[in-house]
């Protein structure tokens, strides 16, 4: 069974930096595009950055490129998210997500962690 | 900024059918979109209904489908359950370096 548990979200300033942990099981973690995703209260979900098995690729969305930054280790079957220069908007629950097949974008998807950013 | 439309609700009655669409602000969708959909109920996380427009996972009940409809993604739930009152959203592939935008969401009631 996938399992996917995001860890590392709390209470931070605007300004500061917050490290995101996704611990994965139940699958080869090496062989998979993993996603980290969303969600303002109340809000619509938001795609906010990918990157390849091994780690040789990542892409974002505009809004937080050059502050946050993906990253894996495939040794401890982990996922992160690294943010940096956090702002208000950036406050949600965070998702990380595995994809499946060629273009099945996030089709696992883990309990979320909530990020608020407040002063 | 990439803006993916999608009706903001829409409601049907138990055992009917509904259409749900999703679109670019301006333009179409075709296959090179890769169209998929999400189910999210209150408090869950997103769970997986369909990938590249058309393709169901392993999970995804049978009344789902999904396809292009007058230059737009689609998701059709046929045969409506109750259980299926829930947010849906699209997500469109642009590639590039922001390759992935979710549509708006659509707030489907069963009543």
């Known amino acids: 069974e996938v399992q996917l548990v995001e860890s590392g979200g709390g209470l931070v300033q605007p300004g500061g930096s917050l490290r995101l942990s996704c611990a994965a099981s139940g699958f080869p973690f090496s062989r998979y595009w993993m996603t980290w995703a969303r969600q303002a209260p109340g809000k619509g979900l938001e795609w906010v950055a990918n990157l390849k098995e091994d780690g040789s690729e990542t892409y974002y969305v505009d809004s937080v490129r050059g502050r946050f930054t993906i990253s894996r280790d495939n040794a401890k079957n982990s996922l992160y998210l690294q943010m940096n220069s956090l702002r208000d908007e950036d406050t949600a629950v965070y998702y990380c997500a595995r994809g499946a097949e060629p273009f099945a974008e996030a089709s696992h998807w883990g309990q979320g962690t909530l990020v608020t950013v407040s002063s | 900024q990439t803006v993916v439309t999608q009706e903001p609700s829409l409601t049907v009655s138990p055992g009917g059918t509904v259409t749900l669409t999703c679109a670019p602000r301006?333009?179409?969708?075709?296959?090179?979109?890769?169209p998929n959909w999400f189910q999210q109920k209150p408090g869950q996380p997103p769970r997986a209904l369909i990938y590249?427009?058309?393709n169901k996972h392993s999970w995804t009940p049978a009344r789902f489908s999904g396809s292009l409809l007058g230059g737009k993604a689609a998701l059709t739930l046929s045969g409506v359950q109750p259980e299926d009152e829930a947010d849906y959203y699209c997500?469109?592939?642009?590639?590039?370096?922001?390759?992935?935008?979710f549509g708006g969401g659509t707030k489907l009631t069963v009543l």
């Open positions: 590249s427009t058309t």
């Open positions: 997500l469109l592939y642009y590639g590039g370096a922001q390759p992935w935008v």
């Open positions: 301006n333009g179409e969708v075709t296959s090179s979109f890769h």
